[in-house]
């Protein structure tokens, strides 16, 4: 998440064909939504432009698969844009 922007970077860092993402919500809003790297290992940085008012907090979260299939996340964070 890029503080005081509109931009979500996601770069997928597994080949393994899966499609790692963001999670986010607007906490001072009604949107919500997902940033998802659907390009591949081997396009590098992915940009999600997502519009958000200014002075609004966003709490996202990094998804990604496992070599074993299992999902994981990271921890929530929180960004004012």
């Known amino acids: ?3 005081y922007g509109d931009l979500i970077w996601i770069k997928d860092g ?3 064909g899966s499609s790692p993402f963001v999670t ?3 906490l001072d809003g009604d949107r919500s939504g997902q940033c998802i790297d ?3 290992f081997d396009a590098g940085w992915t ?4 519009n958000f008012p200014e002075g609004h907090e ?3 979260q990094f998804v990604w698969r496992n070599y074993d299939g299992t999902w994981e996340a990271s ?3 929180y960004t004012t844009v």
């Open 75 to 77: 921890a929530y964070q």
């Open 1 to 3: 998440m890029q503080p």
């Open 14 to 16: 597994l080949k393994d």
């Open 58 to 60: 966003i709490r996202w």
């Open 38 to 40: 659907q390009q591949g």
């Open 47 to 50: 940009a999600c432009n997502k």
């Open 24 to 26: 986010w919500t607007d």
